[in-house]
């Protein structure tokens, strides 16, 4: 798979070529990829014809039960490499992870493998070794890029690493008030602070847990309202347009909160087994969609928009938006 890094000539070549050609910059992105299933949803991917791919966690499932020996995930990992497609080593990829490639179901900071699969993690996906996460905790990274002229800055968030005790259980978790409990915690938010500060047009957020939503039984950013509140209050505050994309869901939907827009994106190849897309949310735009989904944005510097949508496994339209770049 190609890395996102490039010499910094072929970028300006790259700036060039956006800003010459009228064709808007396109990103792919989805998640929850189970690499004991088939996997048809790439044929209809690469008819987009996408310039990068965004894997929004649960890349694997290779959860180990807690024991931390990681032999699940290994074989997970090794198994998916023979299955993702060729065309893909000729993208850009970016990826996070979420609880089936961390390791553990729902796990969290005291999940005993995790420095181990974070070795995986970067292995699997070719990250060269001068990268920071080699020698950091946790797989949290940005990078800035020009896409047809317009300045992106993509934040991927670890919402594993170091992220507190749920409370309560599987499908009944209850709110952690604790103002100590934390998702990123705090050298993340220490990088975080600064690194959103970089100048740009367009930011990409990457989170593997659903940061708006608040009304379904699952794990989201509001078991831990101090951290939402915080997140937030940082977005709203920006004046760059910012864009938030989560998966872990198998359903996907589009919430809006204030300017700040969110598209869940799940699942790739495992949907719900809740067929039911009947699912209320104060934030979300139209309705929960419960089979295979990615989703694609649409860059375009001429007209300073972003367009962005949620396909199914046909490539048809589920739903969309069309936002102005500030």
């Given at each position: ?195 959103i500060k970089k100048d740009a047009d367009l930011i990409i957020l990457m989170t593997s847990i659903q940061l708006l939503a608040t009304n379904h ?110």
């Amino acid at each position: 798979m190609k890395s996102y890094y490039r010499p910094a000539l072929f970028l300006l070549l790259i700036s060039i070529s956006n800003a010459v050609y009228s064709d808007p910059f396109k990103i792919a992105f989805g998640s929850c990829l189970d690499q004991d299933l088939p996997q048809p949803i790439w044929s209809t991917i690469q008819k987009d014809e996408v310039n990068a791919f965004i894997f929004l966690g649960d890349n694997v499932y290779g959860d180990d039960n807690s024991s931390g020996e990681l032999n699940i995930l290994q074989k997970a990992y090794s198994k998916q490499k023979l299955k993702l497609p060729s065309w893909l080593s000729e993208k850009d990829i970016y990826s996070i992870w979420d609880d089936h490639d961390y390791g553990e179901n729902d796990g969290g900071n005291s999940y005993k493998g995790k420095k181990e699969s974070q070795e995986l993690f970067l292995n699997f996906w070719g990250i060269p070794n001068g990268d920071q996460r080699h020698t950091q905790e946790g797989v949290y990274f940005d990078h800035e890029f020009m896409a047809d002229g317009v300045r992106v800055h993509l934040i991927g968030l670890d919402t594993r690493y170091f992220r507190s005790e749920l409370d309560g259980g599987f499908r009944s978790y209850k709110v952690n008030d604790n103002d100590q409990a934390t998702i990123l915690g705090t050298n993340q938010w220490s990088w975080l602070n600064k690194t959103i500060k970089k100048d740009a047009d367009l930011i990409i957020l990457m989170t593997s847990i659903q940061l708006l939503a608040t009304n379904h039984a699952y794990e989201k950013w509001s078991l831990f309202p101090s951290e939402r509140k915080k997140m937030l209050k940082l977005i709203d505050g920006l004046d760059t347009t910012t864009i938030i994309l989560s998966g872990d869901r198998h359903r996907a939907g589009i919430y809006k909160y204030n300017n700040i827009y969110e598209i869940t994106a799940s699942a790739l190849n495992k949907p719900s087994s809740r067929k039911s897309s009947k699912e209320t949310d104060p934030l979300l735009l139209h309705e929960m969609y419960v089979k295979e989904n990615y989703g694609l944005m649409l860059i375009d510097g001429g007209s300073r928009k972003v367009k962005f949508s949620l396909k199914d496994i046909e490539g048809n339209i589920i739903n969309t938006k069309t936002i102005e770049i500030k």
